[in-house]
């Protein structure tokens, strides 16, 4: 009875994997509000209402300007069926809805070296609206469950007739735990094929948003790119869980994901033109009234590690270092390792002379060398901090620390 189960499972999940393909969407078409699809928008569109209303809605016009003519030129022929949302969230991360609705988070803008790595983000988002990904997982899903669903019931009631007619105890305990084995391999089927159809959905997205900026005249060396900054962010992370964590993208697999979609969009990238645009002036000067606020957010994930991989990227163009170079003090301060005190001193010091340092480096370097015993230095770092920010919240708490140091205490 249990081979026979098993046989199923096997049959049905090959069914529950290879689930037919739906066709490429043509532009412009709404689904039938009646079909599976439309149900599935009906739901999008409530959610996109929401996104409107949220605090975290990035509504800067020059901002979301930029980020709509990036989407329209990968979209091409689909840009009018999209409507795209920055919303302010510390991490790398970009969503297609079914019914073209899409956010863009500021995690995502801030990791991007350049248009082109952003354009190809893009690219493989409105791959997923123009490709359907939505609906096919939205099926396979449905397929999976029910599947799982049948195949427990079939394979409890199997396993239980079994031990019925048992002619010992230790005979029915052995086919119970056959059974319960039984179960687990079906849950773990199921697992196994969805991030297997997940992994298929990505890949294709990959190289169809790679084509897509190529097409729309960017370098589409930028996807691999855009990968390997994720790869050497990860890899500088102070967690270990999130270090290791590209081997633990499968129950059944330890192989590296990313090392697989570098070396397809390597692949793919060879074939296409190159010497594409790259937009790395014009990305900067999009984010840059952003930059103070969207690392201050980011720091908030308490990766020090990796906020400061972030800080060397956005650093290697020579540009808003004094920005820059505060916030990787700020970094050093509140991670408090082995040596990072003096380091952040050493990054506060480096800000203080860009043209761009904000107010609050001085109070920060005030603190340093307050506790380092400098009291000449911390007198001038107050001063100074007091002259350029007047107004600030806490200028009445930097006034008291001078008061201090000036009686002498």
Known sequence: MLRHAASIIALTAAFAVAQPAAAQRAAGLRPDVSSVEGGLWAVMDDAEQDAKTRADLNTD?????????????????????????????????????????????????????????????????????????????????????????????????????SAAGATSASEAQSI???????????????????????????????????????AAGYDPAAAAQSWRGLVLETKGSDFKRVREGETRTSVFSSHPLSSDRIAALDGQGATLKSGGERGRARHRAAIRPHLAVWLREDLRRRDFGGTLVIIDRLAADGEDLGV????????????????????????????????????????????TRRRDADIAGAKVAYQTYLARAPQAEDAWLVQDSLSSLERGK
């Open 61 to 161: 016009p020059a901002l979301n300007a930029y980020v709509r003519e990036v989407m329209c030129k990968v979209a091409a022929a689909y840009c009018s069926d999209l409507r795209v949302y920055v919303m302010d969230r510390p991490f790398m991360n970009a969503s297609m809805a079914s019914n073209g609705y899409s956010e863009v988070w500021s995690g995502l803008l801030l990791r991007a070296t350049d248009e082109a790595e952003f354009a190809y983000v893009l690219g493989h988002e409105v791959s997923h609206f123009t490709e359907n990904h939505s609906i096919e997982e939205h099926q396979a899903r449905k397929t999976r469950a029910n599947v799982g669903m049948a195949l427990t019931v079939v394979v409890a009631v199997a396993g239980a007739a």
């Open 324 to 367: 820059l170079h505060y916030y990787r003090g700020e970094a050093y301060r509140m991670r408090r390792g082995e040596g990072d005190l003096a380091r952040a001193r050493d990054a506060y010091l480096a800000s203080t002379v860009q043209p761009d340092a904000p107010p609050a480096v001085w109070r920060e370097l005030g603190d």
């Open 176 to 214: 119970m735990d056959a059974t319960g084995n039984m179960i687990d391999l079906i849950y773990l089927g199921q697992v196994a094929s969805l991030f297997k159809f997940s992994r298929a959905q990505e890949a294709e997205a990959d190289l169809l948003g790679q084509k897509r900026a190529a």
